[in-house]
């Protein structure tokens, strides 16, 4: 097993598990937010969208494959509180899918020197192995994020 196979199989765990959590959120629940915090299921779903895109999507291909605007409403340092017009969830949940897909296919033309080469137009900072799995971490944290939130809406619906 090569490192893009290993890569494959870790992106598929981390992925179902938001896909999975976000087709499980009641609608009234995707914008929810504990008191004092704007961060919310849909949000942390479509910030791993970004973070993949961003890690790499474009570390692999190198551009972006997200529509016009969405680092709006996804980006770090975006502001949730601030968006007036969010896409459908069906929408972030189609495009989670269709990213999975992608990433698959390419890591699937992934040589090992590919994935262990420094992106020289992102800095000397880490090796494209390195940017997938720190985006597929910080995935994997906000699919936590997701679950505590959906956890704690259950229990503020009582």
């Known amino acids: 097993m090569g490192l893009a196979d290993a890569l494959v199989e870790l992106a598929r765990q981390v992925r179902t598990d938001t896909v999975r959590i976000l087709e499980a959120t009641p609608r009234e629940a995707l914008h929810w937010a504990p008191s004092g915090t704007s961060n919310t299921i849909l949000w942390h779903a479509g910030h ?8 790499c999507i474009e570390v692999l291909a190198g551009q972006s494959e997200l529509p016009k605007g969405w680092a709006d409403c996804f980006a770090q340092g975006s502001r949730p509180a601030r968006v007036t017009h969010w896409p459908h969830h069906s929408e972030v949940l189609r495009l989670l899918n269709l990213q ?3 990433i698959t296919n390419l890591l699937a033309t992934a040589t090992d020197e590919q994935l262990v080469r420094v992106p020289a137009r992102l800095g000397a900072s880490r090796n494209t192995l390195g940017w997938i799995i720190h985006g597929l971490h910080d995935e994997a944290k906000h699919c936590g994020e997701m679950y505590l ?7 503020s619906a009582r």
């Open 48 to 55: 791993a969208l970004w973070l993949q895109d961003l890690m």
């Open 100 to 102: 999975l897909q992608r």
């Open 149 to 155: 939130l959906w956890k704690l809406w259950t229990r």
